[in-house]
């Protein structure tokens, strides 16, 4: 009997393995909603496979009177729109300042405490103040997200700038380097698949803030729906897309993994 | 013609003494070995002379001028580790130093001047025996190669002085011993004064043509901090004499080759050279 560590899954098993908690959620909702159905053909909180189908449907391929938009789509695009804004722009300041202020001496004096004291403030605690500077409509989202996910990029980029080997500075000062040189031959290279890296981690929190300014105020956007048919217990909408949004998720979170080993092939070999 | 001259110099951190009264005057054309146990200063003597740190007092002279207070082009340095930039291929690394001399924008060449540069940068890389090996990573190659990038890196520049920190501590028997001949060779090809710190003896006598010992010669028990350490014995390994006549020999030599006609030459195709040697 060997340890527990020890043993180690053949590939294929792995896939199963992989596979086998999504098919067991998906089961378990399955039994559970059968269930329920059975009792009440009408019941409201777990609606079978069926009505998802027919909702999303019905909300992807009809004309809304309202809005005069094919609501899926047009949801989906009004959320990535704030979300790669705000995304965008966060890791534009992220990457400027978390090198600046992580490379010059005198700014990371000055800026270094300040950062990490404004990186605490929690920013749904200042959406009000963001609604009455920026108005209800998409600038204070879009601050939102970067108020919240700049200041962690920022940190993030200042730690990979102080994590470079000091041998690595004083040699492309010998190389003759200037300071603008070594900022872009040598610090900027290196920290760009960090920052891929932490934009994938703040996907999180940027659909947080997304669906939480949508939840207060939108004219459309998933988050928005999600909390309008709320008031007519409508799971048939609200769970396929939270599962829509999580798939969203997971093609960013990937396609921003591949960006980096395409565009940062040297990252991977340290790594190996 | 490059001479170092150190005019008794200390170096402090706050109480604390690491150096004191350093004294040193350097001919062009030296490989000075530094030696010493752990924590006595070596390091510390060589980043005072790339500028990394400051003398607390006196004052390192080049050539008769001041050191610059931050490295520069004139001073080349090889670390133990991490001396290579592991986001540019090997030629990459090499090609780093003159496009940042040419480009100050973009640290880049573009058509014939960066082929001109792609090709020095290749045939010192051919010289260190890494030219297979120009389209890899660092982290593809052993550490031996790296320091062997690492050396192409520096002296593309042509620094004056080259200064190795520890070379070839993380390197296997084996390897180290083709970095010795490697380095005597590079020191006697470039012409330039280098100075190496290291902990391996045997390394310093073999590589060194001179050898100066660095050590805290008196102790305070109550305060042992308040005295540095110094120069406490130096050494001309290889005389410069004899290393100048050496050299005057194999010139004349040389010389004395390209004046024998071929016709003088036996005809079963022994070379001029064998016949000198006798």
Known sequence: MRRII????????????????????VGVYFLGSSARLAIDPADKLMPGFASFYAS??????????????????????????????????????????????????????????????????????VLPILFILFGLGELSKIVLIVFGIAPFITRDVMLRVASLPTEQIVKAQTLGASTWQMITGVILPQVMPRLLDSVRLSLGAAWLFVIAAEAITAEGGLGYRIFLVRRYLAMDVILPYVAWITLLAFLMDYALRKVAAVAYPWDRIKAA | MTQIIFDDVWKEYGEHIVLERINLTLDDHEFLAVIGPSGAGKTTFLRMLLSQEAPTRGRILIDGEPIAPEPTADRGVVFQRYSVFPHRTVLGNVMMGPQWAASPLLGRLFGARRRAVEERAMALLTRVGLAEHAEKYPAQLSGGMQQRLALAQALIMK???????????????????QMHELVSELWEENAMTIVMVTHDLPEAFLLGTRVIAVERPRKDPQAPERFGATIV???????RIVRDSRRFEADRAKARLTLVPDAFLPADGTSAAALVKD
């Open chain 2, 159 to 177: 620094p004056k002085v080259l200064l190795l920190d520890e070379p070839f501590g993380a390197l296997d028997p084996g390897t180290r011993k």
């Open chain 1, 6 to 25: 020890n043993y180690a899954p053949s590939s294929g098993a792995k896939v199963i393995l992989a596979a086998l908690p999504f098919v067991l959620l």
């Open chain 2, 233 to 239: 014995s130096d050494y001309e390994t290889k005389c």
């Open chain 1, 56 to 125: 999303m449907v019905r909300l992807g391929t009809t004309l809304d009177i309202a809005t005069k938009q094919y609501l899926l789509w047009w949801d989906t695009w009004l959320s990535l729109q704030r979300l790669f804004l705000g995304l965008g722009i966060s890791a534009l300041i992220g990457l400027v300042l978390g090198i600046l202020v992580g490379f010059v001496p005198y700014l990371r004096a000055t800026f270094e405490p300040f950062f990490a004291a404004f990186s605490l403030i929690p920013p749904l605690a």
